[in-house]
């Protein structure tokens, strides 16, 4: 058994420094460059407020209060003709900027355009669920419950989606550590033999990095196959590599390209 560290609290310890690398921030454009952006634009401007519009990749991008969201997507789908949402999820920017930015990718099909509606939102603030609008808001909504812990209201079915219902956090959180906190490395000890067995059992290892080549179902190491079970103390034998034979290419006789590669 590895040696077990505590994780106590370790979700409120941020993890956001300085020391990742920030891409350079891609060049924009004004909106009035497009006649079909400027006037959908227009059109949004009429009922809600757009607090920053540019366009960025051929694409719009557009920043709007969070109270406005079910607002201006039922503008951009019955005005704009946006009729489908092909994703909407979160950001974590709380380290940064205190908030999270959601965004909804929507398309339109009839004019072959693209455009992100995006909103700031402060933790434990809710937005109003989409599924009205869009079906495919539906899991997508779950999803961000689940990873973020934002919530939707009038929801049909607001509850988690991926991870099981009681557990505690959220994954896509820049302060939940890779491996799992306090609670994720006891939950299947826990749930499978109970709390009195964490002692004898010990804590799970959610450490995807390490990789153990002894372990008991070893990973395949590809020339280098064994039996399941055999001894590779010493090493193990190096096997042939065998190609499938084709209609047109046969791989085993060899290529230059091949040969340059072994």
């Known amino acids: 058994m590895r040696k077990y560290t505590p994780k106590d609290n370790v979700q409120a310890k941020s993890y956001y420094t300085d020391r990742y690398y920030v891409a350079p921030r891609v060049p924009t454009q004004d909106v009035q460059a497009d006649e079909i952006f400027a006037q959908q634009l227009e059109t949004l401007k009429v009922k809600v407020e757009v607090k920053s519009a540019y366009i960025q990749l051929g694409q719009m991008i557009v920043e709007i209060n969070s109270k406005d969201n079910y607002t201006a997507l039922e503008i951009l789908k019955n005005e704009c003709d946006y009729a489908m949402c092909t994703e909407l999820s979160a950001v974590d920017y709380l380290a940064k900027d205190g908030n999270f930015e959601v965004f909804y990718q929507m398309l339109n099909l009839k004019e072959r355009k693209r455009m992100r509606l995006v909103c700031r939102v402060q933790p434990k603030e809710a937005l109003e669920s989409t599924v009205p609008l869009f079906k495919s808001a539906n899991f997508a909504e779950r999803e961000m419950f689940d990873m973020f812990g934002i919530v939707s209201?009038?929801?049909?079915?607001?509850?988690?989606?991926?991870?099981?219902?009681?557990?505690?956090?959220?994954?896509?959180?820049?302060?939940?550590?890779?491996?799992?906190?306090?609670?994720?490395?006891?939950?299947?000890?826990?749930?499978?033999?109970?709390?009195?067995?964490?002692?004898?059992?010990?804590?799970?290892?959610?450490?995807?990095?390490?990789?153990?080549?002894?372990?008991t179902k070893r990973f395949s190491r590809v020339g280098h196959e064994v039996p399941f079970g055999a001894d590779i103390s010493e090493g193990e034998p190096e096997t042939p590599i065998e190609y499938s034979e084709t209609l047109l290419v046969n791989y085993n006789k060899g290529t230059k390209q091949l040969d340059r590669r072994k």
Do not use: C
């Open 153 to 215: 209201n009038n929801h049909p079915f607001m509850k988690r989606i991926l991870m099981p219902d009681d557990w505690e956090g959220h994954p896509l959180l820049k302060t939940y550590p890779l491996i799992g906190d306090e609670f994720a490395s006891w939950y299947e000890v826990d749930k499978i033999f109970g709390k009195d067995a964490r002692e004898a059992i010990g804590p799970e290892n959610r450490d995807q990095a390490k990789i153990e080549r002894y372990d």
